[in-house]
């Protein structure tokens, strides 16, 4: 029998998507223009810092590299992932608002039953991938965005249940 404080039962972490869309890295088209001018552009402000301000200039192949390696990161941090939690929803829906905006994220629409989330700041260094998709049905609720988001999401509402 659960403890009728708690805010539910917190399903596994799971990738919507099929394996192949989540190797693919890059969820969007968009996603992936953002990816080649931020890369390009690093590479391009690295290879001139060099040039004027050592006494070699780096070979572009490093740079293209590590700087290709150290972005793709950011990419791979925006695979889809959902979770569910069978829930008491006044409790739950409020966690998660006040846990999202302590991430950096403020609420970008609600329309029905679906609230979408998105990360502050400047649309150049963010993308709709990453935003956090919180569904509320009569039993549960979805949350499913970004992986590392929503996975730090699953074990802070977790840890939440424990201390309840």
């Not at 972490?13 to 968009?30: D, E, K």
């Not at 080649?36 to 290879?47: E, P």
């Amino acid at each position: 029998m659960t403890n009728s404080r708690q805010c539910g039962v917190v399903s596994r972490l799971g990738f919507p998507l099929p394996l192949w869309r989540n190797l693919l890295l890059f969820q969007s088209y968009r996603q992936l223009q953002s990816w080649i001018l931020i890369v390009v552009g690093t590479v391009w402000l690295v290879c001139f810092a060099t040039r004027f301000f050592a006494s070699h200039m780096l070979p572009i192949g490093v740079a293209l590299m590590g700087v290709s390696c150290g972005a793709l990161i950011s990419v791979a941090m925006s695979i889809p992932a959902e979770f569910h939690v069978l829930r008491r929803p006044e409790r739950l829906t409020g966690l998660l608002a006040s846990r999202l905006q302590y991430l950096g994220y403020m609420e970008l629409s609600s329309t029905g039953d679906v609230i979408v989330y998105r990360q502050r700041g400047p649309r150049c260094l963010r993308w709709d991938e990453s935003n956090v998709r919180v569904r509320e049905y009569p039993d549960k609720i979805v949350v499913r965005g970004a992986w590392f988001i929503v996975a730090d999401l699953r074990r802070w509402i977790q840890r939440e249940e424990g201390a309840a």
